[in-house]
């Protein structure tokens, strides 16, 4: 299955007939930043003991409420306007009903009928062919987002046949991110997601990490042929990794199209992404639709928001959310940042996209540019070239960087002044990536490395060459 980014991906079937056109939509939930989860006091921490930070709404006790935590409301509406949605000055919370050991309510709060923001878009580039240098951009719309808690987590000993149950995670804050149908593989999906995933952490809105569970993804599949309705869907769900959903989703796509080719029928079911086989496997299927008996949330009431316009002359500031006040401050997104950097450094578009694809790239690569006399230009070959290749090669984030920002501008600096050359640079990085803390200048001088400046000296180096090789002269010399 290839995707063309020009226009769609179109698999040619094995019996040459009409092409089958997959159709990909993606449902997220985000994990919002907050201190404490959405409707009780419990503090959020990853990885803390397990049932450690559970409150009694937490655990459903009885005659427990729930308290709308204001900053997961911010949070949802600051995601919204980022995403070109309008936000529902009026939303709804309604009761979703299931059963399950994680779950000590038998319902999830979530907002069904009239959820905080609908109808946005989310614009995202990928490369055609796998070239940088050629990239295409293409939207997905955005139906809505919705404020919900979180469930518990069930944790399966099948060395004892038991499950043990954790609601450290119960009622943490999520915002639901439900994407249409507009991708068709997963290379679509996978740059959509990351730039879904660069955008909240500008904003703050998630940390977004998918390695903790704080972005989670399920993907809607089906094949179909041109001019044909839309084929059956199955879900393949909780996919941890962007690189797992471009995979997940591909072959999820190739395998359904190979099951039609073959005469067979795809069911309606979920299904995971097994990372180690590398295929997606059934969990469960959803031809008796799980009946979830939606109701209004009666502890709650609607959730009101206001514009600069409807905003009562007064009302305490302190007590309600104004949607212009916080589009005010939105941030400069990650696509506004990029055309920055191509403005402001000349560099091309495609190393802004790496530049903002890598956590912290970007300002180390602006706080060289500023420390060192070497143009833009030539910075981003040292950073995207050598510096990224060894953080790739070791494993390590920037900010676990060996060589920080001051040092490589040092480097540089040494480079652009032609104190030495470029290959001397490359062994001096080589050597200041050992973490030693010598500066580049102690490790040019130990090596003896400088370029050398004087004519006289270069001449009496050359001429003692050319005296200790003298059968080697004699041959050069013409005659």
Known sequence: VACNARGGAVPAGKSGLAPWIPVVG?????QISSNSKLFSGSQVQFAAPPNSLVS????????TLPVLNRRCVEAAVMTGLALNCSINKKSLFDRKHYFYADLPAGYQITQQRVPIAVNGSLSYSLCIDNKMSQMVTKTVRIKQIQLEQDSGKSLHDDARSQTLVDLNRAGVGLMEVVMEPDMCCGEEAAAAVRELQLILQTLGSSQAVMAEGQLRVDANVSVHHPGEPYGVRTEVKNI????????AIDYEIHRQIEELENGGTILNETRAFDSKLGCTVPMRDKEGKQDYRFMPEPNLPPLILYDAKSLPANMNHQQVINIDWIHER???????????????????PEHSFTLLNEDGLAGFFESVVKQTQMKPKKVIGWILNDLLSYLKQHSLTVKESPVSCFVLADLLNLLEKKEISSTAAK???????????????????EQKLELLQDQKELEQICQAVIDGQENEVIIMVPG
């Open 427 to 445: 062994q001096v990085l080589a050597e200041l990536w050992k973490g030693e803390g010598k500066t580049p200048l102690e490790i040019v001088k």
């Open 56 to 63: 009694f709404f937490d655990a459903s006790l009885p005659g």
């Open 240 to 247: 941890n990794s962007i690189r797992f959903l471009a995979k």
């Open 26 to 30: 993606l449902e997220i939930h985000a």
């Open 330 to 348: 939105l941030p400069d997104l990650p696509s506004v940042k990029r055309e920055k950097l191509v403005e402001q450094y000349g560099i091309l």
